[in-house]
């Protein structure tokens, strides 16, 4: 048996297992780019506390309203990576 196929016997034994981390570690932030109290504000509402004993953070609704639904998208677009952790 040569090196080169020891090698890749012994390969799955080097295989470190990976660990999930735990997720989420912040509450989940869920935009909703139309104004405070329309429809779509009471289903994501809902949606919200609907999720609530399914997950281990709360679901934080956020409104950013204007634009016709353009100033919400292009916000959270705009954020940098590390302001949304």
């Known amino acids: 048996m040569s ?13 470190r ?4 981390q735990a997720w989420p570690s912040r509450p989940i932030r869920l935009l909703v780019p139309y104004a405070t109290g329309g429809g779509t504000d009471l289903l994501a509402r809902a949606l919200a506390e609907a999720l609530r004993p ?10 950013r309203a204007g634009g016709a639904g353009v100033i919400g998208p292009s916000w959270w677009r705009g954020r940098s990576r590390t302001a949304i952790r």
Do not use: S, Y
């Open 3 to 15: 090196f080169g196929r020891r090698a890749l016997l012994a390969l799955p034994l080097l295989a």
């Open 17 to 20: 297992p990976a660990f999930a």
């Open 54 to 63: 399914a997950l281990p953070q709360p679901v934080v609704v956020e409104n």
